[in-house]
């Protein structure tokens, strides 16, 4: 083994005349968490098919797990676990009938297949609704029965495709716990998502696929040094204060419709009242001050070409 | 684990699966034996009279149709269940389950295969239902020997794969459930047009190759010979070579679509 429990270089993949993943160089160490971020669209999910053996690449030297994609793709295949994008269970069927399903294809014995499948169910709060058709479960139960399904072969390497997308908060931060469960047990995960924060909270290491290109990668703090500091932003509800507090602060950027100024700003004490400073000179009052720090927001619009757009919405700003 | 072992292991794991889906559902299944037994009894109540009429001139009744009708309408017992399997592949192959079996290290086949055992063993089953709906209105087979049973229930079984495999391949090509059932359309509509109903003979002379050549018709001659003693002569091997062909052409268009990277 190399140490790398997944390695590419040179991955290309086209559809048509459309170049969805243009010459993708990713290494991710074994027991590791990486977390492949990009908008939609960004070729994330066709990373994550291509890496599974479930899509032929173009061109690139893969190996998942110390095996060659394009020669031993069995081999790679006996290697991982997927839980995609859409949930990846047979509805028809109850949730304990698809973890002996599992069970079977993986050729456990009957009895290690029930007890692997009760033991997963358990750990993941599904044993209550185990005898009900997966089709009726949640959102959350589906995606969880998901990961019980991937895990019943005891893969090495998962893949995890936006696993939280679509989850509401409290089912989000349970898949973060069970995501963490994963790699103390020495699994490497390779998770796909469009969120920072989860990718902030999880991975150890972080590649920002844009347009097909990996833009940045390292660790969280890493891609967080990339962009200069964060910023100061004044809201106002008065257009003539916000007019006024403009032309004050010149090198702010400004957002005209929220009537908001941000300025860039480290968010020290004296910077903060510098800025104060001026608003008072010139006369006029914000009616809001939040200090924003940079996070992967600020990487992430600043890699992708988004820089010039203050951050879009209040849920930006924590 | 040898290959062969791999493929018969995981092959019925997808067979348990599907009948499995197939028990927990049979409304799906029951519902396309909804048109046969329809046309069974609308041929024969309503239409009966007129229809012994045509098929045996003087003396013919209305026994001597349900005589002449069952045959064909097992055969589409055998097409109208098959087009429950070109929407079920076509269903099962817009659901993340089948990705997550082309990431597994199973048997790459299994999953069609088992599709189409169990779809056979389904249209096994619909074909006994309404062939016990024909014998309960008054069908009787005339002394056919154990061997000719045999070589009836071997028929319907090999018309039954063969119309299966390329049930598969038609809902592997669909994009939706609702366009395999529309592209499944010909395996029930082609018996209307051999002779399950009518002899060729009553048709167009223009028509009459049409008919007499599309595989339902020399199946349906085959197995009346088998069950009623009438003439079978060529019919027999070009049913076979119907099954044959359809058989082997379904099966490779099938796994060659299936080897394609999904969408």
Same mark, same amino acid.
């Given at each position: 083994m190399t140490g790398l429990a997944i390695a590419a270089n040179g991955l290309r993949k086209s559809y048509g005349d459309k170049t969805v993943l243009d010459g993708v160089d990713l290494n991710v160490p074994e027991g590791t968490i990486f977390s492949l971020l990009g908008p939609n669209g960004a070729g994330k999910t066709t990373a994550v098919k291509i890496l599974s053996t479930l899509v032929t690449a173009d061109a690139g030297d893969l190996r998942v797990g110390g095996h060659d994609l394009a020669t031993d793709p069995r081999a790679v295949r006996a290697a991982i676990g997927v839980t995609g994008q859409f949930s990846a269970v047979d509805g028809l069927i109850t949730g304990e009938e698809n973890m002996l399903l599992m069970a079977d294809l993986h050729h456990l014995s009957r009895a290690q297949g029930r007890r692997v499948a009760a033991e997963l169910l358990e750990r993941f709060d599904l044993a209550e609704a185990a005898r009900k058709p997966a089709s009726t479960y949640s959102g959350g139960m589906k995606r969880r029965l998901d990961i019980a399904m991937t895990l019943v072969g005891e893969p090495r390497i998962i893949f995890l495709d936006?696993?939280?997308?679509?989850?509401d908060p409290r089912s989000r931060h349970t898949m973060w716990q069970i995501i963490r469960e994963l790699v103390t047990g020495g699994v490497t995960v390779f998770l796909t998502t469009q969120y920072l924060e989860e990718a902030d909270e999880l991975a150890d290491r972080i590649a920002v696929l844009h347009d097909g290109r990996i833009a940045a990668e390292g660790s969280a703090g890493e891609l967080k040094r990339l962009v200069p500091g964060g910023h100061v932003r004044l809201r106002f509800t008065d257009p003539a204060a916000y007019r006024a507090a403009a032309s004050a602060l010149r090198e702010a950027s400004r957002d005209d419709d929220a009537l908001a100024l941000q300025i860039p700003s480290g968010g020290s004490q004296r910077e903060l009242r510098a800025v104060l400073d001026r608003l008072d000179t010139a006369g006029v009052e914000a009616d809001e001050l939040t200090v924003h720090t940079p996070d992967l927001d600020d990487v992430f619009f600043a890699l992708t070409g988004g820089a010039a757009v203050p951050a879009p919405s209040k849920e930006a700003v924590r | 684990m040898s290959t062969l072992a791999l493929a018969v292991r995981d092959s019925s794991t997808m067979l348990r699966r599907n009948l499995l889906h197939a028990r927990r559902y049979p409304s799906l299944t029951l519902n396309l034996l909804l048109t046969p037994v329809m046309l069974l009894l609308l041929f024969v109540y309503v239409f009966g009279d007129v229809m012994s009429a045509g098929i045996?001139?003087?003396? =013919? &009744?209305r026994s001597d149709y349900i005589a002449y009708i069952v045959p064909g309408l097992l055969l589409m017992t055998i097409g109208s269940t098959t087009i429950g399997t070109a929407v079920s592949i076509s269903m099962d192959m817009t659901e993340g389950i089948v990705a997550r079996f082309r990431t597994m =290290?199973?048997?790459?086949g299994s999953v069609l295969i088992g599709h189409v055992v169990g779809s056979v063993l389904q249209s096994v089953a619909s074909v006994v239902l309404v062939g016990a709906v024909g014998v309960a209105i008054g069908f009787r087979s005339t002394d056919a020997t154990a061997l000719e049973w045999l070589a009836a229930f071997g028929l319907l079984v090999l018309f039954a794969l063969a119309l299966t495999w390329i049930a598969v391949g038609m809902g592997l090509v669909s994009p939706n459930a609702e366009a395999a059932g529309n592209n499944a359309m010909p395996l029930i509509l082609l018996p209307l047009l051999s002779? =399950?109903? *009518?002899? *060729? &003979?009553?048709?167009p002379g223009w028509f009459q190759p049409v008919a007499e050549y599309q595989p339902f018709t020399p199946a349906i001659e085959t197995l009346r010979g088998l069950l009623l003693g009438t003439e079978i002569g060529h019919h027999g091997w070009l049913a076979v070579a119907w099954c044959l062909g359809l058989a082997v052409l379904g099966y490779f268009w099938s796994t060659a679509t299936f080897a394609k990277d999904p969408k």
């Open positions: 936006e696993p939280t997308t679509g989850l | 045996g001139g003087e003396g =013919a &009744d =290290a199973i048997h790459r002779s =399950a109903f *009518v002899p *060729v &003979d009553g048709m």
